[in-house]
């Protein structure tokens, strides 16, 4: 814990608040915690996290931890890491062990599905035998009364809890209507089963759309307080489980680093956990493995692929006095690193924080159906009280009075608010997944509908992501088969990015490829060898120029331009004479200028943002169709998550297109955040939509259906609402029979879900 004295930088303090059941509890703890003196408070309802920010000597956690408390939450401090964490055994699956903040979460998602359950399985036959006058044998109500308890009571409770809560503050939720509509329906069964005549043997509800007054003591009411706490805990479980993903990003990104690595200690080489690595001990890093942590080389040479945290696509060279980050792939030779940063204080770790505070800042998405409730429910309240006093008053008597009253409770109720979101979401996501777009939850909808700015990254996104032969430039003389065949020989026995990318672009054009009769790496120039007798070199023009070999006048035009368009030239040359120059880059995608119209078309701005250097930039967004004034190159990870901010702070809603580790925390602060799903675990889980094609038209298309998923859903609420608010005048009237009540919400319901299974319809453009 850090305390804050009375003058200095204030102290932060990160809180796990429990207890929140939809975005009004998350902004009634930010607004508590924000009217205490010299603090500032974001309440994240996605991650169920508070981070406070708090000055004064007089502040203590305890005391914030208090205010949360008395709102009617629960809060707690993270569990402090330590200095040097324990060499703990992996689980089998080779995980971390589980937390235990996972073991509370999984165990509430465990709580929440045996009540969804016993709901499913004990309000099927209540509402069937209610509804199916075939179905009602004698004493059938009694039977509906055991079944429909349990689920009002223990299926139910969470929402008779929240209300309790939400009341005791003054506040009304969606979870009011629901306690206050199930509780009123279930207790007026009550009183009608034992105190009227609806427990009378052969009662039955039988199908009258007559509208007439009644004393209601004959009418029960069992179905609707189980189908309603069925459908809404349905709703609320799916939206648990998605929730329970929030911190998928951050393990994603902790889990990237190598697990064990080889010091060098007292001469010898021992495996330690990484962990155990201590500043200044010098480890081994061989060829296709990963460095365990952020360093300097004191011995060797090789081709660092640090694509996943930088974003450049070309292959970093480095030798002995170059520093390397943890976690970045050693795509060549064998290092000797010494450890300068460990822990905490690594670029993997500082990005896991970047991607926190970004999900933190975010502000979570106001879930529509509570912020009419917020009206809704306090409206309903005073009508059903106004319809009482206003019986009790005309001295029709206290049944009539309380029939009326509690009609009124009852048929605000929607049950088909409970099917409103969860069924659009499920058919959208649905029809996404068929189209290869996963939407991650609700709260997702209503950002892509305010986006006007789309940021691409460059690299795995609208380009390939990896190094492709693009060109061959060949001497007048010189056959281009010949040239691809020898240096694709040459290249195919190197381990380099670059290497590779000219043998693969051989074997494609060429077919099979000789076996050199000798070959050697000229560390950071290139390869040499011989290749069917002749002598032949590939690499640098440095390399050809060292053995005094120079490119005739129009291959060092080639090679100039290449190197303008920040391409890499390779110079090829055998026998004592330069024969071509190769052209290799990271390829755009052949479907990218399309999607850049699509997404244009759609009413975005689209933004080129790259790690890659300005060069590189420019040539990509002028073969894709972006503007020149729409390109900002040579970002750094942690700058990226800053140049959203920037836009942001200009009005804009951003959406933020990327792939790797090094676009988690700018996806996770991007206002809508799509992530390509043949990228990193990380970018897939700091994401609110999921591309499971590499293909940038299925941005639009994920865009377009986002759109119309939450069109859906509006419609649906609308009309969840607008067939219970329309009788509600007849229940205050007394003029409800159980049969119009009935036939209200089944057909409220099967219009929503009608009117949600148009999203299967649903074409990619």
């Not at 009662?203 to 209601?216: A, K, N, Q, V, Y």
Request: proline share 4%; aromatic share 4%; net charge negative.
């Amino acid at each position: 814990m850090s305390l804050a004295g009375t003058t200095g930088a204030p102290a932060e303090v990160e809180l796990t608040i429990g207890g929140m059941t939809c975005a009004s509890c998350a902004a009634r703890i930010e607004k508590k915690l924000n009217r205490m003196d010299g603090v500032a408070a974001t309440v994240n309802y996605a991650t169920e996290k508070a981070k406070v920010s708090y000055r004064g000597a007089d502040i203590a956690v305890q005391d914030l931890i208090a205010t949360v408390e008395a709102t009617g939450y629960t809060a707690r401090e993270p569990a402090p890491a330590a200095a040097e964490p324990a060499p703990t055994e992996p689980t089998p699956g080779g995980h971390r062990p589980q937390t235990a903040e996972d073991a509370a979460k999984d165990a509430e998602l465990r709580s929440l599905r045996e009540r969804l359950i016993t709901a499913v399985v004990l309000s099927v036959p209540v509402v069937a035998m209610a509804m199916i006058p075939a179905l009602q044998f004698d004493y059938w109500q009694w039977l509906s009364l055991t079944l429909a308890a349990p689920v009002v009571t223990y299926a139910g409770w969470p929402f008779h809890r929240a209300a309790f809560t939400n009341a005791r503050h003054g506040a009304a939720t969606m979870d009011t209507l629901i306690s206050v509509g199930t509780s009123a329906a279930f207790l007026w069964s009550l009183w009608a089963l034992f105190f009227g005549m609806a427990g009378m043997p052969g009662m039955t509800h039988p199908f009258e759309l007559t509208i007439s007054r009644t004393d209601g003591t004959g009418n029960i009411y069992l179905e609707a307080a189980a189908g309603v706490t069925a459908f809404i805990l349905a709703g609320r479980y799916f939206e648990a489980r998605s929730k329970r993903k929030a911190g998928a990003a951050l393990r994603a990104l902790l889990e990237l680093g190598a697990k064990e690595v080889t010091v060098l200690r007292d001469g010898r080489e021992t495996t330690v956990p990484t962990a155990r690595l201590r500043l200044g001990d010098r480890f081994l890093v061989r060829p296709g493995e990963k460095i365990a942590t952020d360093g300097t080389v004191v011995e060797g040479s090789s081709a660092i692929d640090a694509s996943m945290l930088t974003g450049e696509s070309v292959p970093v060279e480095v030798s002995v006095g170059d520093t390397v980050t943890g976690a970045t792939l050693n795509a060549g030779g064998r290092l000797v690193v010494e450890a300068t940063r460990i822990g905490a204080d690594t670029q993997l770790a500082r990005m896991a924080r970047l991607v926190e505070d970004a999900q933190n800042g975010k502000a979570a998405a106001q879930r529509l159906a509570d912020r009419i409730s917020a009206v809704f429910v306090p409206v309903v309240i005073g009508l059903a009280l106004a319809t009482l006093a206003v019986w009790l008053g005309s001295g029709s008597g206290l049944t009539a009075a309380f029939t009326a009253a509690v009609a009124v409770l009852i048929i605000a109720c929607p049950c088909a608010l409970g099917l409103a979101t969860p069924t659009a979401l499920l058919v959208g996501t649905g029809r996404g997944a068929q189209l290869g777009i996963l939407i991650k939850g609700p709260e997702v909808l209503e950002s892509t509908r305010r986006a006007d700015t789309i940021v691409l990254d460059k690299t795995g996104t609208v380009t390939t992501g990896k190094m492709t032969l693009l060109a061959t430039h060949t001497a007048p003389t010189t056959d281009e088969a010949e040239v691809l065949r020898l240096a694709g020989a040459l290249e195919h026995a190197s381990e380099h990015p670059v290497a590779r990318a000219v043998a693969a672009g051989a074997v494609e054009r060429t077919g099979s490829l000789p076996v050199p009769e000798d070959f050697t790496n000229v560390p950071g120039l290139g390869v040499q060898g011989s290749v069917d007798g002749h002598t032949v070199l590939v690499g640098r023009a440095q390399l050809l120029a060292d053995r005094e070999i120079r490119l005739p006048a129009d291959l060092e035009r080639r090679r100039a331009e290449a190197e303008a368009a920040g391409r890499t030239a390779i110079a090829v040359a055998w026998d004592g004479e330069a024969r071509a120059v190769l052209e290799v880059a990271d390829a755009v995608k052949e479907t990218s200028p399309e999607a850049v119209r699509r997404l244009r078309a759609l009413g975005l701005t689209p933004i080129l943002l790259t790690g890659d250097n300005k060069a590189v930039a420019a040539s990509v967004a002028a073969e894709v169709g972006i503007d020149p004034d729409q390109v900002i190159a040579e970002v750094m990870p942690e700058d990226k998550v800053d140049v959203i901010k920037k836009l942001q702070a200009e009005g804009r809603s951003v959406a933020m297109v990327g792939d790797g580790v090094n676009d988690a925390a700018a996806l996770a602060q991007a206002d809508l955040g799509l992530a390509m799903g043949t990228g990193t675990d990380a970018a897939i889980e700091a994401g609110d939509l999921t591309l499971v094609r590499g293909d940038l038209r299925a941005t639009a298309d994920a865009i377009r259906l986002a759109r119309r998923t939450l069109t859906t859903i509006r419609v649906n609420l609308f009309w969840a609402f607008a067939y219970n608010v329309a009788a509600i005048p007849l229940a205050a009237a007394g003029l409800l029979n159980p049969m119009i009540a009935g036939a209200a919400m089944a057909f409220s319901s099967v219009f929503v879900v009608g009117n949600s299974l148009r999203l299967r319809g649903f074409k990619a453009s």
